[in-house]
């Protein structure tokens, strides 16, 4: 049986000591962001290596691109092979966010057709919670020959992104927090606001108390409306820079709606042109 969505940690501890599983620590904090090395090197599930937003996930930032640009796919498959993983292997990804930091190398390993990738269902603090076992370090798999091929082919540029926000065919989705679509505070990017025509749903709202992912019908029931007719095959989900909005991706697997499409720079590229309009309020 292989995992492919989200995987509980009684499922996972059950299979810590077989050599075809990896685990992939993706702890991460935007505002400081070697916290999570430090973290997974105080505490982490035994046997999981652990692999950074900037540097392993995310590819060079240009004036152009938002803040976690994609890498390149080639030079991401042989960092897949460094750290063990190969098409024979099933991949657990771990964050202290319920998931929806490891939702973008989910979303970056079912690009390249590797289906056995699951969330860790409440993240490294439901680990801890149960008092399931840590040990501290660095640990390092054995490299292999990466078979994995492809490219990210599922996402959108932002000039295809121009393209259809007037396109009443097309549903964008803002995952960011309500009062970061609105504009009224924006921690992180110099301006504030949302892409034109984009509805908010925060990635949060996949979750219930404990980290959990809302039931498979919930999840269902509230996508439906929200995509008000249109198919998965036209929506298309960003966020502050195309790491969280993953998380609406793996909900809607999860509740039979797969074929959405990633914006991958997301608001923080969207913003690089000042020429690109802007809305704020709960105007969509």
Known sequence: MSFTTFITPAELEMNLNDPDWVIV?????????????????AAHIPGAIYA????????????QSGRHPLPDPHHFIETLGNWGIDSSKQVVVVDSAAGSFAARLWWMLRQLNQTAVAVLEGGF??????NRPV????EKNSSVQ????????????????ASIINDPTWRIIDARALERYRGEQEPIDPVAG???????????ANLASGGHFLPAGELRSQF??????????????????GVTSCFHLIAMEIAGLPGGWLYAGSW???IRDPNRPIHTGNQP
């Not at 603090?125 to 149960?130: A, N, Q, S, V």
């Not at 949302?194 to 949060?204: D, F, G, K, L």
Request: proline share 9%.
């Open 25 to 41: 620590d993706c702890r991460f904090d935007l505002m400081k962001p070697d916290w999570g090395y430090a973290a997974y090197q």
């Open 52 to 63: 950074h937003m900037d540097h392993d996930l995310s590819g060079p930032l240009t004036p």
């Open 125 to 130: 603090p439901r680990w801890g919670y149960e």
């Open 135 to 138: 040990r501290s370090g660095i």
């Open 146 to 161: 990466c078979d994995l091929s492809g490219t990210f082919h599922r996402f959108l540029s932002s000039d295809q992104m």
């Open 194 to 204: 949302h892409i034109p025509s984009a509805v908010n749903r925060p990635h949060t």
């Open 224 to 241: 439906l409306s929200l995509l008000g007719g249109i198919p998965p095959e036209r929506t298309v989900v960003y966020c502050g820079s």
């Open 268 to 270: 923080s590229e969207w």
